[in-house]
């Protein structure tokens, strides 16, 4: 229990000794409680002008990482109370912040890092002081990732960085990125890459928004003209970078294929077809119902995983099924919801329909890209056919 | 000791199974519609024994294992009746306490009366109050009349026949060969049969059960026989994927293995996935239905699970005859038996869109919608 704290606050009470049911109604008290009402189910990401209060709340309360061992300021929680405080952040509508650096970058520097990066970045980390994006997608290097070509050469004790990255994630709303780039031009593509952490402030960094189609500037370009990394910023050995980068699949792909997305989903369309007088119709309640055994079915199957997950066993190349099958499904349940809405279902922004205001657009804006993020449903099914089914390659 | 029995159990259905794969092609189509012999078998072995408990002289290992033996046999597309006789008549006659069931459940198990479950109407409703059957008491005897259809097996000795009556709805016990009772086979796409039982002034020898017990009952029943039968269609989905992978691995056009191409590799792909989801839905079901007390969840997992198999087995085993081309439409070939199998099953106990309905029936409209605001009037 009093297990020594390096970084960060103490935890209030040891996790381990709850019971699950316990702990849900510690979290689901504290969420309830506490998160601003006006933040509540947002449907684009929210700046940290606007989240960055109840973040920082969450950090001196030692909640910002429940990911990580007590030891390094986490809640230390094991695999089953983590996804049941993914949960109920998901079900009290808790938009995330940018939170890579504790979702990725502090568990692999705890793997892979030394002593002096865990202690120079995790407790900034935890005070909410630094937050990260993640550097990965270039113009000409998406599904075939390990192709990247932004290049860091070395001079002296520094690496010299050139190249793009596309696709970040609110990279303007941050201050530090994560890189994967080509320290070797030469051998097998994947062997060549590595992994570097890099402060968006440095000399030669330029960020550029995206406006994406729901009109939303989340994604970025970041450009690197000769930025200067120095090398205990590299993280794990030279080239070591792809292995560092496979490490962290494991919680995204199954939270990919969290049923919340859909559930969501199912809640708009079920008060908007009330709202529309469709509540008996024969048509729309089979489509209906179609639609709410799918959701059924997906929590069953992400059952399955989510103790796997829980039980600490790895996750299989199976996993990639969640993802498909969650996401494909959520854009289901969004295109009905334009379909029932009529023509209500093309108006932007907050709609109001039967005394109540919904944004009809929200779920199908968030579904379009969730078949392509995070390995676009293609790959995930290239996966399945290779590693599950044992399809041949030729 | 249950464990013992169970791999006991395991060991002797894929025994069953292994010894004669060809049994279906002598048997569909030809009266009494399943291996006679195979039937025996099954019931020394315990397989009709599995959900009836101990004190009934059965076995009482409860619905996984029946769930097991059921996607065993879907696995080899087998036609003999186990689900409706082993598990829908025996839970049925097991539930309703009554001491004449006793006796019958007893020579079901032996093997020696084959027995059926008569509840739809006409038209194959799948709702209770529907039924076609009018029970009525004159002379302090009970007289049945009216039609019921898709009683399976078509070649029951006798049939538990659901009937609506003074008390609401009743079970009655009506042998095939009674005074009164026509039984006609209707036959199935895979070759096994359902009856159409046409009843007038069929006299009944007493009521099972009525009223509130009957209904709760034959739910229960019910429920079970449709959380084995999406287990069944499991294993039907099973063998036809297992067909048609290796198919994909080895059939090559133009120089390569035909599993290489992308386009059919994402449809086995699709497959496999409605096939662990149908997994995943059938043991959601069984461990619901086994943790106890009758609750509206149970009838809404076990109509969800038989709506999801019976959609996902009819998609997987036509795609599978696609992914062959010719060859799987080719009887020979035994593909068909799978397709065959899934259309017969898939529609047994009513299909797809009804059990969703059954689903929807219990899990109503949540209006209340987080995202939502109020706005003013």
Not at chain 1, 338 to 361: D, Q, S, T, Y
Not at chain 2, 167 to 192: F, H, I, K, N, R
Not at chain 2, 256 to 281: C, K
């Amino acid at each position: 229990m009093s297990e020594p704290v390096t970084f960060g606050v103490a935890q209030e009470q040891d996790w381990s000794s709850l019971s699950e049911d316990e702990f849900r109604s510690v979290v689901r008290t504290e969420f309830e409680a506490h998160y601003p009402e006006a933040l509540r189910y947002s449907p684009r990401r929210l700046l940290w002008s606007e989240n960055g209060d109840w973040f920082r709340r969450m950090a001196r309360k030692g909640w910002i990482a429940p990911n990580w061992p007590a030891r390094f300021g986490g809640m230390g929680l094991d695999p089953a109370k983590l996804l049941i405080f993914l949960e109920e952040q998901e079900r009290w509508g808790i938009g995330r912040f940018q939170d890579h650096g504790v979702l990725m970058v502090g568990p692999v520097l705890m793997r892979f890092g030394t002593d002096d990066q865990r202690s120079r970045y995790l407790p900034p980390i935890l005070r909410c002081e630094q937050r990260w994006c993640q550097g990965y997608s270039e113009p000409d290097s998406g599904s075939d990732l390990a192709s990247l070509r932004t290049e860091a050469v070395r001079d002296g004790d520094e690496f010299v960085i050139n190249g793009q990255k596309i696709w970040t994630t609110m990279a303007y709303d941050v201050d530090h990125i994560f890189v994967l780039v080509r320290t070797d031009p030469k051998g097998k593509k994947q062997e060549g890459i590595s992994f570097f952490l890099v402060d968006l402030a440095s000399p030669g960094i330029e960020v550029r928004k995206i406006r994406d189609i729901a009109g939303h500037d989340e994604l970025c370009e970041v450009f690197f003209d000769n930025v200067r990394v120095h090398e205990r910023d590299l993280v794990g050995d030279i080239n070591q970078g792809w292995t560092i980068a496979k490490s962290l699949l494991g919680f995204e792909r199954i939270s990919l294929g969290s049923p919340k997305l859909p559930e969501y989903g199912l809640q708009v369309l079920a008060s908007l077809a009330d709202a529309c007088g469709l509540g008996d119709d024969p048509v729309f309640r089979d489509k209906f119902s179609s639609l709410q055994l799918d959701v059924a079915h997906l929590g069953a199957i992400y059952g399955r995983f989510a103790s796997q997950a829980a039980r600490g066993e790895p996750l299989g190349p199976d996993v990639s099924l969640l993802k498909i099958f969650a996401t494909e499904l959520f854009q289901r349940i969004a295109d009905l919801i334009i379909e029932v809405a009529g023509p209500a279902g093309g108006l932007a922004g907050e709609v109001a329909m039967g005394g109540r205001a919904r944004n009809l657009l929200g779920p199908y804006f968030k579904a379009r890209p969730a078949t392509i993020y995070g390995g676009s449903n293609e790959i995930q099914r290239n996966i399945i056919a290779r590693q599950v089914l044992n399809l041949p390659t030729r | 000791m249950s464990d013992d029995i169970l791999d006991m159990l395991k060991r002797s259905v894929e025994g069953y199974v292994a010894k004669d794969p060809e049994r279906v092609r002598r048997h569909r189509g030809v009266f009494p519609y399943h291996s006679v012999d195979a039937w025996d078998e099954m019931a020394g072995q315990g397989w009709l024994s599995i959900l009836v408990p101990e004190a009934l002289g059965g076995l009482g290992l409860g619905l996984a294992p029946a769930a097991e033996v059921a996607r065993v046999m879907g696995q080899a597309a087998q036609i003999e009746p186990f689900t409706a006789v082993g598990v829908f008549a025996a839970a049925l006659l097991a539930g309703t306490g009554h001491p004449t069931a006793a006796d019958d459940l007893a020579m079901l198990m032996a093997g020696t009366q084959l027995v059926g479950v008569a509840w739809q109407n006409e038209r194959g409703s799948i709702e209770l109050s529907a039924c076609g059957v009018r029970a009525s008491t004159t002379e302090g005897k009970i007289l049945l009349n009216g039609v019921t259809r898709f009683a399976a097996p078509a070649a029951a000795d006798a049939f538990v026949v659901l009937a609506r009556c003074d008390a609401g709805l009743g079970l009655y016990w009506v042998p095939s060969d009674a005074p009164g009772v026509t039984v006609v086979s209707e036959l199935a796409a895979d070759g096994s049969a359902l009856a159409r039982i046409e009843l007038r002034d069929a006299e009944c020898r007493g009521e099972l059960s009525g009223g509130a017990q009957a209904e709760q009952v034959l739910t229960r029943a019910l429920d079970m026989s449709l959380v084995v039968a999406a287990s069944e269609l499991l294993g039907v989905m099973d063998g036809a994927l297992a067909m048609t992978l290796e198919f994909l691995r080895t059939r090559r056009q133009f120089g390569v293995a035909i599993g290489s191409f992308q386009v059919l590799q994402h449809r086995a792909v699709d497959l496999w996935m409605q096939r662990e989801i149908t997994e995943a839905a059938v043991n959601a079901a069984v461990s619901l239905l086994e943790s106890g007390a009758d609750t509206p969840e149970q009838g809404a997992a076990a109509s969800g699970a038989k709506a999801r198999a019976a959609q996902a087995a009819l998609y997987v085993c036509g795609q599978s005859v696609q992914l062959h081309g010719a060859i799987g439409f080719a009887d020979e070939y035994g593909l068909g038996l799978y397709l065959n199998r899934s259309l017969s099953l898939g529609a047994w106990l009513g299909g797809a869109a009804q059990h969703r309905a059954r689903f929807a029936s219990y899990t109503p409209l949540d209006v209340r919608d987080a995202t939502a605001s109020a706005v003013a009037a």
